[in-house]
């Protein structure tokens, strides 16, 4: 696929450097030499230096052959403009990042695609989504939701005090048959391998397990795996930037109590005055008197989203070692990712990670409707919607030629999530969520084609 893409910030390298381990075609527009010379040096791409609501620029990127164009700069008014230019250039779908929030809200409304603009991103409201639910799941350490819960995807790490540790998968099944989840990816504990589950594959302490549950399996999971699902209603939030509003935002309009830390003195008064449900305090974060002055002890969970991922890691240790329960920290560096799991931090957003997942889908091939890359694990979670020509189309599980190294972990049907086992046979209109390792992906999306 020929891809385009305008802007080499932070977002941009990190898509540009993932689609190019994809074999796509792909060239960078950015006016910063610098930034180019760096992406142009580290990565197999083409890059055409200017900018890239210049007409003449984008012809020379060939933007007439284009069949994806993603605008990721860091203005949202040249990331409009210059997807409306690309459309009417020739461009097949275009993708533009957004700050308001408001556009998403009302794209209906508004038209976007009556001009150009087949899909707009909120790098910083899909964090603050991301937030969101890893607190509506306070147990598990990485999550994502098919069709607003119908099935959701639920990490966690298994202790000594798990009711299946040592037990096979059919072992567990066995003893557990009403249950309303199924493991799709382990992890085990000390490596850096991702397996695909089977019948045979047991469980073991320590692992890194993803699971993937209908309605009540979340409840049930923390059961069998005792872990407790606190419910949580004091928060507070380390830094004002946008995720950090945000959050505080759409946290206190849904009934939580929220308390949120700014240094600059400017943007912490215009917080203030903005979100009146919110405790803004004009005070340095990073300083543990000034923590413990705001009674961070009895806070159930603490969120760190500040500019320096550093800065968020040591925070939410010093949050742990006050009793707080839930952490979360914005990571924008992902060779932590390993690091801060294993010295306790319970979960990790990454902008560039969640902007990347939310693009990928239009790259891959069968009608992808959502998909996500699993935090550390080498495999994808696409939700494929079944079309009548597919090949899974009115064929059970069971008699599907699928990879090894591929799982279906559930079925969506008329908007209820179900575990789908052999004998489920799959219908026009049922939207399939597949874990995959990467190497089975190509394999997996032609059966949904």
């Keep these: 696929m020929k891809i385009i893409i305008a802007g080499a910030g932070e977002v941009g390298f990190h898509l540009a450097k993932l689609l190019s381990y994809e074999s796509q075609e792909i060239t960078l527009i950015d006016p910063d030499k610098k930034s180019l010379a760096y992406a142009d040096t580290h990565l197999d791409i083409r890059t055409v230096k200017g900018d890239a609501t210049s007409i003449a620029i984008l012809k020379e990127a060939r933007v007439s052959s284009c069949e994806l164009f993603i605008a990721v700069t860091s203005s949202e008014t040249t990331n409009i403009t210059v997807s409306v230019l690309a459309k009417q250039l020739g461009a097949t779908k275009t993708i533009a990042r957004i700050t308001n929030t408001e556009f998403i809200n009302n794209k209906e409304e508004v038209g976007f695609t009556k001009f150009g603009i087949d899909e707009l991103i909120s790098p910083e409201?899909?964090?603050?989504?991301?937030?969101?639910?890893?607190?509506?799941?306070?147990?598990?350490?990485?999550?994502?939701?098919?069709?607003?819960?119908?099935?959701?995807?639920?990490?966690?790490?298994?202790?000594?005090?798990?009711s299946f540790v040592g037990k096979t998968v059919k072992q567990a099944a066995e003893i557990f048959p009403e249950i309303h989840f199924v493991p799709i990816a382990i992890q085990r504990f000390g490596t850096q391998y991702t397996i695909i589950p089977r019948g045979n594959t047991k469980f073991m302490r320590g692992d890194t397990v993803v699971f993937v549950t209908s309605e009540g399996g979340a409840d049930e999971l923390c059961r069998l795996t005792g872990k407790e699902n606190r419910?949580?209603?004091?928060?507070?939030?380390?830094?004002?930037?946008?995720?950090?509003?945000?959050?505080?935002?759409?946290?206190?309009e849904k009934g939580f109590n929220a308390k949120l830390l700014e240094g600059n003195r400017d943007r912490a008064f215009e917080i203030a005055d903005e979100l009146t449900k919110v405790l803004v305090i004009n005070s340095d974060g990073r300083n543990v008197d000034v923590l413990e002055e705001e009674n961070i002890g009895e806070m159930?969970?603490?969120?760190?989203?500040?500019?320096n991922s550093e800065t968020n890691i040591m925070s939410c240790l010093v949050a742990k070692?006050?009793?707080?329960?839930?952490?979360?920290?914005l990571v924008e560096n992902m060779d932590y990712f390993d690091l801060s799991h294993s010295i306790g931090i319970d979960t990790l957003i990454n902008k560039k990670l969640l902007a990347a997942n939310n693009i990928f889908r239009y790259i891959r091939r069968g009608e992808v409707v959502a998909m996500t890359k699993l935090s550390n694990l080498n495999a994808e979670l696409l939700e494929f919607e079944v079309k009548p020509d597919s090949a899974v189309c009115n064929k059970t599980i069971k008699s599907i030629n699928f990879p090894r190294t591929a799982i279906i972990g559930g079925v969506i049907r008329d908007g209820v999530g179900m575990i789908a086992l052999g004998s489920f046979k799959i219908q026009e209109g049922d939207r399939v969520v597949v874990c995959c390792l990467l190497k089975?992906?190509?394999?997996?999306?032609?059966?949904?084609v």
């Design 125 to 162: 409201a899909l964090a603050a989504s991301e937030i969101e639910l890893s607190l509506k799941q306070s147990s598990f350490n990485e999550n994502y939701e098919f069709e607003d819960g119908a099935l959701t995807m639920a990490g966690l790490t298994l202790s000594k005090s798990a």
């Design 231 to 252: 419910a949580i209603k004091d928060i507070m939030i380390l830094g004002g930037s946008q995720i950090g509003y945000k959050t505080a935002r759409d946290l206190s």
């Design 300 to 307: 159930d969970a603490f969120i760190a989203v500040g500019p």
């Design 321 to 329: 070692s006050k009793g707080v329960k839930k952490t979360i920290a």
């Design 440 to 448: 089975s992906i190509k394999t997996v999306e032609k059966l949904f």
